[in-house]
Protein backbone atom coordinates (compact mmCIF):
# COMPACT_ATOMS: atom_id res chain seq x y z
CA UNK A 1 0.00 0.00 0.00
CA UNK A 2 1.12 3.46 -0.58
CA UNK A 3 2.68 5.66 2.26
CA UNK A 4 0.78 9.02 3.24
CA UNK A 5 2.31 11.92 4.84
CA UNK A 6 0.59 14.05 6.79
CA UNK A 7 1.64 16.61 9.27
CA UNK A 8 1.68 16.03 12.88
CA UNK A 9 -0.57 18.96 13.53
CA UNK A 10 -2.61 21.75 12.52
CA UNK A 11 -4.24 24.60 14.16
CA UNK A 12 -7.62 26.04 12.87
CA UNK A 13 -10.05 28.80 13.90
CA UNK A 14 -13.52 28.29 15.02
CA UNK A 15 -15.65 28.92 11.62
CA UNK A 16 -13.26 28.82 9.25
CA UNK A 17 -11.92 26.02 6.72
CA UNK A 18 -9.73 23.76 7.63
CA UNK A 19 -7.42 22.68 5.07
CA UNK A 20 -5.84 19.53 5.55
CA UNK A 21 -3.47 18.09 3.56
CA UNK A 22 -1.51 14.69 2.55
CA UNK A 23 0.94 13.42 0.37
CA UNK A 24 0.81 9.69 -1.20
CA UNK A 25 2.97 10.64 -4.34
CA UNK A 26 3.49 6.67 -4.64
CA UNK A 27 -0.42 6.16 -4.82
CA UNK A 28 -1.23 3.93 -7.90
CA UNK A 29 -3.89 3.90 -10.88
CA UNK A 30 -6.64 2.01 -8.83
CA UNK A 31 -6.43 3.08 -5.43
CA UNK A 32 -8.30 5.37 -2.89
CA UNK A 33 -7.92 8.14 -0.85
CA UNK A 34 -9.77 7.59 2.42
CA UNK A 35 -10.15 10.13 5.33
CA UNK A 36 -11.40 9.44 8.64
CA UNK A 37 -11.02 11.25 12.10
CA UNK A 38 -10.53 9.88 15.44
CA UNK A 39 -11.76 11.82 18.57
CA UNK A 40 -10.37 10.76 21.75
CA UNK A 41 -10.62 6.99 23.01
CA UNK A 42 -13.07 6.22 19.87
CA UNK A 43 -13.06 4.26 16.71
CA UNK A 44 -11.84 6.14 13.81
CA UNK A 45 -15.08 7.78 11.81
CA UNK A 46 -15.00 7.44 8.20
CA UNK A 47 -15.62 11.13 6.44
CA UNK A 48 -14.91 11.00 2.72
CA UNK A 49 -13.19 9.12 -0.46
CA UNK A 50 -12.49 9.60 -3.49
CA UNK A 51 -10.30 8.21 -6.65
CA UNK A 52 -9.73 11.22 -9.31
CA UNK A 53 -12.50 13.87 -9.22
CA UNK A 54 -13.13 15.75 -6.48
CA UNK A 55 -16.02 14.64 -4.16
CA UNK A 56 -18.12 16.47 -1.23
CA UNK A 57 -20.81 15.00 1.30
CA UNK A 58 -21.80 16.74 4.51
CA UNK A 59 -19.39 16.61 6.27
CA UNK A 60 -15.92 17.49 4.35
CA UNK A 61 -14.81 18.35 0.63
CA UNK A 62 -12.26 15.90 -0.62
CA UNK A 63 -9.85 17.67 -3.58
CA UNK A 64 -7.15 15.15 -5.16
CA UNK A 65 -4.38 16.85 -7.17
CA UNK A 66 -4.50 16.02 -11.10
CA UNK A 67 -1.43 13.98 -10.86
CA UNK A 68 -2.94 11.95 -7.56
CA UNK A 69 0.03 12.56 -5.57
CA UNK A 70 -1.65 14.38 -3.22
CA UNK A 71 -5.34 15.33 -1.22
CA UNK A 72 -6.70 17.94 0.53
CA UNK A 73 -9.38 17.28 3.01
CA UNK A 74 -11.45 20.40 3.56
CA UNK A 75 -13.73 21.13 6.54
CA UNK A 76 -16.04 24.65 5.45
CA UNK A 77 -16.29 25.74 8.36
CA UNK A 78 -14.84 24.15 11.51
CA UNK A 79 -15.95 23.71 15.12
CA UNK A 80 -14.88 22.83 18.19
CA UNK A 81 -16.23 19.11 17.97
CA UNK A 82 -13.79 18.85 14.85
CA UNK A 83 -10.40 18.69 16.85
CA UNK A 84 -9.54 15.12 15.93
CA UNK A 85 -6.62 13.48 14.21
CA UNK A 86 -7.09 13.13 11.00
CA UNK A 87 -6.23 9.97 9.18
CA UNK A 88 -5.50 10.03 5.04
CA UNK A 89 -5.35 6.32 4.19
CA UNK A 90 -4.46 5.29 0.03
CA UNK A 91 -5.54 1.55 -0.27
CA UNK A 92 -6.64 -1.06 -3.12
CA UNK A 93 -8.83 -3.30 -3.77
CA UNK A 94 -8.07 -5.56 -0.27
CA UNK A 95 -9.95 -3.40 2.24
CA UNK A 96 -6.29 -3.26 4.36
CA UNK A 97 -5.78 -0.04 5.84
CA UNK A 98 -2.23 0.56 6.91
CA UNK A 99 -2.48 4.12 9.03
CA UNK A 100 0.05 6.50 9.40
CA UNK A 101 0.33 8.95 11.94
CA UNK A 102 -2.69 11.50 10.63
CA UNK A 103 -2.98 15.48 11.55
CA UNK A 104 -3.51 16.15 14.97
CA UNK A 105 -6.34 19.29 14.22
CA UNK A 106 -7.29 21.53 17.10
CA UNK A 107 -10.04 23.91 16.55
CA UNK A 108 -9.50 27.12 18.66
CA UNK A 109 -12.55 28.94 20.08
CA UNK B 1 -25.65 3.39 7.75
CA UNK B 2 -23.31 0.38 8.43
CA UNK B 3 -22.35 0.06 11.76
CA UNK B 4 -19.85 -2.33 13.82
CA UNK B 5 -20.47 -2.71 16.95
CA UNK B 6 -17.32 -4.04 19.95
CA UNK B 7 -18.33 -5.25 23.34
CA UNK B 8 -16.38 -4.65 26.26
CA UNK B 9 -15.90 -1.23 25.91
CA UNK B 10 -13.75 -1.32 28.64
CA UNK B 11 -11.71 -4.43 30.52
CA UNK B 12 -9.54 -4.71 33.61
CA UNK B 13 -8.44 -7.92 34.18
CA UNK B 14 -5.70 -9.43 36.18
CA UNK B 15 -2.52 -10.61 34.61
CA UNK B 16 -2.48 -13.91 33.15
CA UNK B 17 -6.00 -13.82 32.48
CA UNK B 18 -7.66 -14.30 28.70
CA UNK B 19 -9.96 -11.59 27.67
CA UNK B 20 -12.67 -12.49 24.89
CA UNK B 21 -13.50 -8.98 22.71
CA UNK B 22 -16.10 -8.98 20.35
CA UNK B 23 -17.15 -7.52 17.36
CA UNK B 24 -19.73 -7.28 15.31
CA UNK B 25 -21.34 -5.79 11.64
CA UNK B 26 -25.30 -4.83 12.83
CA UNK B 27 -26.93 -4.67 9.77
CA UNK B 28 -25.07 -5.69 7.34
CA UNK B 29 -22.78 -8.99 6.50
CA UNK B 30 -19.02 -9.26 6.87
CA UNK B 31 -16.92 -12.26 5.38
CA UNK B 32 -13.71 -10.18 6.49
CA UNK B 33 -13.09 -7.74 9.40
CA UNK B 34 -10.33 -6.32 11.00
CA UNK B 35 -8.15 -6.05 14.06
CA UNK B 36 -5.95 -2.91 15.57
CA UNK B 37 -4.57 -1.95 18.42
CA UNK B 38 -3.78 1.31 19.69
CA UNK B 39 -0.88 2.34 21.94
CA UNK B 40 -1.34 5.70 23.79
CA UNK B 41 -1.03 8.96 21.20
CA UNK B 42 0.13 6.51 18.60
CA UNK B 43 -1.42 5.46 15.16
CA UNK B 44 -3.54 2.74 15.23
CA UNK B 45 -1.48 -0.96 13.94
CA UNK B 46 -3.45 -3.48 11.93
CA UNK B 47 -2.75 -7.16 13.99
CA UNK B 48 -4.97 -9.05 11.83
CA UNK B 49 -7.44 -9.85 8.88
CA UNK B 50 -10.23 -11.66 10.40
CA UNK B 51 -11.90 -14.17 7.52
CA UNK B 52 -15.30 -15.55 7.64
CA UNK B 53 -14.82 -19.89 7.74
CA UNK B 54 -11.24 -19.94 7.86
CA UNK B 55 -7.72 -18.77 9.71
CA UNK B 56 -7.02 -15.24 10.24
CA UNK B 57 -4.08 -13.86 8.64
CA UNK B 58 -1.83 -11.96 11.38
CA UNK B 59 0.52 -9.07 10.42
CA UNK B 60 4.36 -9.76 11.33
CA UNK B 61 4.92 -9.82 14.63
CA UNK B 62 2.05 -10.40 15.50
CA UNK B 63 1.91 -13.45 17.58
CA UNK B 64 -0.80 -15.80 16.74
CA UNK B 65 -1.24 -17.71 19.75
CA UNK B 66 -1.32 -14.70 21.31
CA UNK B 67 -4.37 -13.43 19.91
CA UNK B 68 -6.78 -15.80 18.84
CA UNK B 69 -9.00 -14.72 16.45
CA UNK B 70 -12.28 -16.85 15.57
CA UNK B 71 -15.08 -15.31 12.73
CA UNK B 72 -17.21 -18.08 13.15
CA UNK B 73 -20.44 -16.71 11.55
CA UNK B 74 -20.72 -13.52 8.49
CA UNK B 75 -21.72 -11.14 11.55
CA UNK B 76 -19.00 -11.69 14.19
CA UNK B 77 -15.44 -12.02 15.25
CA UNK B 78 -13.87 -12.48 18.46
CA UNK B 79 -10.47 -11.42 19.12
CA UNK B 80 -9.20 -13.20 22.48
CA UNK B 81 -5.71 -12.02 24.18
CA UNK B 82 -4.76 -15.30 25.69
CA UNK B 83 -2.83 -15.21 29.30
CA UNK B 84 -2.77 -11.31 28.89
CA UNK B 85 -0.19 -9.19 30.50
CA UNK B 86 0.17 -5.43 31.34
CA UNK B 87 1.98 -5.36 28.27
CA UNK B 88 -1.27 -6.00 26.58
CA UNK B 89 -2.76 -3.34 28.11
CA UNK B 90 -4.10 -1.25 24.99
CA UNK B 91 -7.32 -0.29 22.63
CA UNK B 92 -7.81 -2.35 20.41
CA UNK B 93 -10.28 -1.95 17.62
CA UNK B 94 -11.95 -3.55 14.99
CA UNK B 95 -13.64 -2.74 11.65
CA UNK B 96 -15.55 -4.08 8.47
CA UNK B 97 -15.62 -3.25 5.05
CA UNK B 98 -19.09 -2.10 4.05
CA UNK B 99 -21.80 -3.45 0.90
CA UNK B 100 -22.48 -1.41 -2.12
CA UNK B 101 -19.57 0.83 -4.04
CA UNK B 102 -17.81 -0.14 -7.15
CA UNK B 103 -14.60 -2.27 -7.31
CA UNK B 104 -14.24 -3.05 -4.16
CA UNK B 105 -13.83 0.85 -2.47
CA UNK B 106 -16.04 -0.07 -0.25
CA UNK B 107 -15.06 2.33 3.39
CA UNK B 108 -14.56 0.54 6.36
CA UNK B 109 -16.71 0.64 9.65
CA UNK B 110 -14.85 0.79 13.06
CA UNK B 111 -16.37 -0.32 16.32
CA UNK B 112 -15.72 2.06 19.06
CA UNK B 113 -13.06 -0.07 20.68
CA UNK B 114 -12.51 -1.97 24.01
CA UNK B 115 -9.89 -0.58 25.95
CA UNK B 116 -8.28 -3.34 27.90
CA UNK B 117 -6.18 -2.58 31.52
CA UNK B 118 -4.13 -5.90 32.70
CA UNK B 119 -3.02 -5.32 36.66
Known amino acids: DAKTTQPPSMDCAEGRAANLPCNHS???????VYWYRQIHSQGPQYIIHGLKNNETNEMASLIITEDRKSSTLILPHATLRDTAVYYC??????????FGTGTRLKVLA | GAVVSQHPSWVICKSGTSVKIECRSLDFQATTMFWYRQFPKQSLMLMAT?????????EQGVEKDKFLINHASLTLSTLTVTSAHPEDSSFYIC???????????????FGDGTRLSIL
Open chain 2, 95 to 109: SAPGTGGRGGNQPQH
Open chain 1, 89 to 98: IVRRGTYKYI
Open chain 1, 26 to 32: TISGNEY
Open chain 2, 50 to 58: SNEGSKATY
